[in-house]
């Protein structure tokens, strides 16, 4: 059973970093963000395969990382230059291989200053 957790800071200030990580049990250090602005539909963030290679969102692209540590079982994302516009609540979802069925809970965070 694969179990994903993400975790990160609740709140950061404009033109700061969002980094948050996604711990995976029982499954491959492989997968998706996906965040959920207040009031809006679910946008993809960006993945990273199995492969190790990454894709993104085009909206994001310029100001998003994607990468792992196979060592401690998690993947990272760091979204750069935010705004409150990047207020939202943030999942991970994975599985196994580039198959990814598992969602994490996910984790609030609020841009302001």
């Known amino acids: 059973q694969v179990q994903l957790q993400e975790s990160g800071p609740g709140l950061v200030k404009p033109s700061q970093t969002i980094s948050l990580t996604c711990t995976v049990s029982?499954?491959?250090?492989?997968g998706n963000w996906i965040r959920q602005p207040p009031g809006k539909g679910l946008e993809w963030i960006g993945s990273?395969?199995?492969?190790?290679?990454?894709y993104y969102s085009p909206s994001l692209k310029s100001r998003t990382s994607i990468s792992r540590d196979t060592s401690k079982n998690q993947i990272t994302l760091q979204l750069n230059s935010v705004t409150p516009e990047d207020t939202a609540v943030y999942y991970c979802?994975?599985?196994?291989?580039?198959?990814?069925?598992?969602w994490g809970q996910g984790t609030q965070v609020t841009v302001s200053s």
């Open positions: 979802s994975g599985g196994y291989g580039d198959t990814w069925g598992s």
């Open positions: 990273i395969a199995l492969s190790g290679s990454t």
């Open positions: 029982g499954g491959s250090i492989s």
